[in-house]
T-cell receptor, first 115, second 112 residues
């Protein structure tokens, strides 16, 4: 059982380059999330998707776009990378149905450096 | 706006000690609270989830309590081991919201 899988694990970009971070989960969860983690700032929500076909902004969406390709996959795109986007990016998923809420399951992260 | 605070930021204890990690939140209208563990260079692993209607949850040597009215949760670790060394984060989910708000974590070091 793979859980949440993120690719790539590491990436170095030059300012202005674009890239897409991929995320897939095999737990049949409805909800998926993208977070960034920075020293001293903690985890901040970038975008989330409550179900297939829907996406919503989180706390820090500027400079990012997302696509919920299907129930399994949720990608994060940086159209024009900036040094301020140097961070560790985590994808997560959970089940949200009626009164039941499963724990959040995280991938191992993508370490992105923008020079 | 919900704010989650974890104090202390770092804690060092000798092996075998029982310890308590603290988490406080400013808005008591939460749906649930989760405790996570993060090892260096890794993602977060869910340890315990407490629904708003519950007072505590237990898993092995871990016990998490929730006092919604006072905006507090504690994570109790019994008989600590060097393998417990990690950063522990708490997060709250607001009622009716998909979003979790995270604390900045407590970095725990258990010395042999």
């Amino acid at each position: 059982n793979a859980g949440v899988t993120q690719t790539p694990k590491f990436q170095v970009l030059k300012t202005g380059q674009s890239m897409t971070l991929q995320c897939a989960q095999d737990m049949n969860h409805n909800s998926m999330y993208w977070y960034r983690q920075d020293p001293g700032m903690g985890l901040r929500l970038i975008y989330y998707s409550a179900s297939e076909g829907t996406t919503d902004k989180g706390e820090v969406p500027n400079g990012y776009n997302v696509s919920r390709l299907n129930k399994r996959e949720f990608s994060l795109r940086l159209e024009s990378a900036a040094p301020s986007q140097t961070s560790v990016y985590f994808c997560a998923s959970s089940e949200w149905k009626d009164s039941y809420n499963s724990p959040l399951h995280f991938g191992n992260g993508t370490r992105l450096t923008v020079t | 706006k919900q704010e989650v605070t974890q104090i202390p930021a770092a804690l060092s204890v000798p092996e075998g000690e029982n310890l308590v990690l603290n988490c406080s939140f400013t808005d008591s209208a939460i749906y649930n609270l989760q405790w996570f563990r993060q090892d260096p260079g890794k993602g977060l692993t869910s340890l315990l989830l407490i629904q708003s209607s519950q007072r505590e949850q237990t898993s092995g040597r871990l016990n998490a309590s929730l006092d919604k009215s006072s905006g507090r949760s504690t994570l109790y670790i019994a008989a600590s081991q060097p393998g417990d060394s990690a950063t522990y984060l708490c997060a709250v989910r607001q009622g009716g919201s998909e979003k979790l708000v995270f604390g900045k974590g407590t970095k725990l070091t258990v010395n042999p």
